[in-house]
């Protein structure tokens, strides 16, 4: 089962994270690395916040199926819309997503390796 609250303050997280280092990377770099990674940071995001969509769509396929196609057809225009027209650094889409991704993985993988009260 997905911990909601989890997904929840790691989500808090990411984003304070993803908007620091998007806008250094704006100031330090150039804007369109900044923004390569704030559009990366939204994308790795996404994946991860849907868990709570599926897990309140309980066995409905068909809801699940509409989800994965949507989220898919976001990410595809997402990326046409700045990456193809280089509004954005493709290497600053892939830190974005790996970024926003680690500190997810890292957050759940800690929490599922804390000792847990008994229950009774």
Avoid: C
């Avoid at 369109?32 to 309140?56: A, D, E, P, R, Y």
């Avoid at 225009?77 to 997503?97: E, K, M, R």
């Amino acid at each position: 089962m997905i911990d909601q609250t989890l997904v929840k303050r790691l989500s808090l997280l990411a984003g304070v994270l993803l908007l620091v280092a998007s806008a250094s990377a704006s100031i330090l770099v150039s804007p369109s690395f900044g923004g390569g990674i704030l559009l990366g940071g939204l994308v790795g995001g996404i994946t991860f916040l849907s868990w709570i969509w599926f897990s309140n769509a309980r066995k409905s396929k068909p809801f699940a199926t509409l989800l994965l196609v949507v989220k898919l057809g976001l990410y595809g225009g997402l990326f046409y819309l700045f990456v193809t027209t280089s509004l954005v650094h493709p290497v600053a889409v892939f830190l974005g997503i790996t970024g926003i991704s680690a500190v997810y993985a890292t957050g759940v993988f800690n929490a599922l390796s804390s000792p847990r009260e008994d229950a009774r």
